[in-house]
């Protein structure tokens, strides 16, 4: 799950909610924290796809949350490295480009 740092209290989630039919096999089944699972129950989470590559995770809204990581990453980075270039050089800037 991007963004999430949680590696302990790990649970398997079906993609396809077990409840909805959703199989238990290997390419709807994903490996998420008590946290991350509850927020999928609850709507909060979206997990859409086939795992583990084709996975996508997204917000209540719809946004794509692996998105939204890479961007805060690279603002992030940005500030981690004292960047001191031009607008056009900011790592934030082209990861915005880079989902355009
Ligand atoms: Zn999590």
Redesign the pocket.
């Given at each position: 799950?991007p963004c999430?740092p949680?590696t302990l209290w790990l649970e398997v989630h079906h993609i396809i909610f077990y409840a909805d039919g959703g199989l238990t096999r290997p390419d709807n089944l994903i490996t998420?924290?008590s946290?991350?699972h509850k927020n999928a129950h609850e709507g909060r989470l979206i997990i859409q796809g086939n795992a583990p590559r084709g996975a996508r995770f997204l917000n209540e809204t719809g946004k794509d949350l692996r998105e939204e990581w890479r961007l805060e990453t690279a603002f992030w980075l940005d500030i981690w490295c004292g960047w001191r270039g031009t607008e056009q050089d900011r790592r934030h800037l082209r990861a915005q480009l880079s989902t355009a």
């Amino acid at each position: 799950m991007p963004c999430c740092p949680n590696t302990l209290w790990l649970e398997v989630h079906h993609i396809i909610f077990y409840a909805d039919g959703g199989l238990t096999r290997p390419d709807n089944l994903i490996t998420i924290c008590s946290r991350c699972h509850k927020n999928a129950h609850e709507g909060r989470l979206i997990i859409q796809g086939n795992a583990p590559r084709g996975a996508r995770f997204l917000n209540e809204t719809g946004k794509d949350l692996r998105e939204e990581w890479r961007l805060e990453t690279a603002f992030w980075l940005d500030i981690w490295c004292g960047w001191r270039g031009t607008e056009q050089d900011r790592r934030h800037l082209r990861a915005q480009l880079s989902t355009a």
